[in-house]
């Protein structure tokens, strides 16, 4: 399966506690995007990233957010000193870089902060 | 500000009836469309997409979809639905801005009954 994955699927944590994300692209796409999604809302844009470089990054993105793609290829979403209000479903989505660029998603990671 | 509007939250049909989802954007800026489908605790699957070109767009299981430039619009349709389309379908724009990120509409849950 050449799609994007993403691990773990399912994280429970404490409030407080720091947790990390891990996507796979799809292994020539060269940008690779993170989004979150809240329960009964569309996925809300929080960065993305061309090669390594991260070029953007959403309002939405607190300074407990930090996000890496180190080689260009997978990359981590970190949450440091979790709240309840990140609990929501964090989607990796990757793509070519050209001008009908489209973006295909991974199947989340569902996080739940208790 | 850009923002893209699906203003059904649910559509109840029933099994073979014809269904149309409706999603209206804000700006008739040059714009890249997308739909994507979303079953229960998944990512989205794209399911067809407008770049440029013709206006009516098809996918491979019987949806289609209209670029209206004058209306800002998108709206998805299929002539009969199947149990199996029930699932959550959300409309996103790319505006050809510089700006990477997909907006995303809040979704309409499409309900398939026998």
């Known amino acids: 399966d050449t799609g994007v994955s993403q691990n773990p699927r399912h994280k429970i944590t404490k409030r407080g506690q720091n947790v990390t994300f891990r996507c796979d692209p799809i292994?020539?796409?060269?940008?690779l995007y993170w989004y979150r999604q809240t329960l009964g809302q569309g996925p809300e844009f929080l960065t993305y990233f061309q090669n390594e470089a991260q070029l953007e990054k959403s309002r939405l993105l607190s300074d407990r957010f930090s996000a890496e793609r180190p080689k260009g290829s997978f990359s981590t979403l970190e949450i440091q000193r979790t709240e309840q209000g990140d609990s929501a479903m964090y989607l990796c989505a990757s793509s070519l870089a050209d001008r009908e660029e489209t973006q295909y998603f991974g199947p989340g990671t569902r996080l739940l902060v208790l | 500000a850009q923002s893209v509007t699906q203003l059904d939250s649910q559509v109840p049909v029933f099994e073979e009836a014809p269904v149309e989802l409706r999603c209206n954007y804000s700006?008739?800026?040059?714009?890249?469309l997308f739909w994507y489908v979303q079953y229960p605790n998944q990512g989205l699957q794209l399911l067809l997409k407008y770049l440029s070109g013709s206006t009516l767009v098809e996918s491979i299981n019987g949806f289609e979809a209209e670029f209206n430039k004058s209306q800002t619009s998108f709206h998805l349709r299929k002539p009969s639905v199947h149990i199996s389309d029930t699932a959550e379908y959300f409309c996103a724009v790319r505006w050809d801005t510089g700006f990477q990120k997909l907006v995303f509409g809040t979704g309409t849950r499409l309900l398939v009954s026998p």
């Open positions: 292994s020539e796409h060269n940008r």
């Open positions: 700006s008739s800026v040059s714009v890249y």
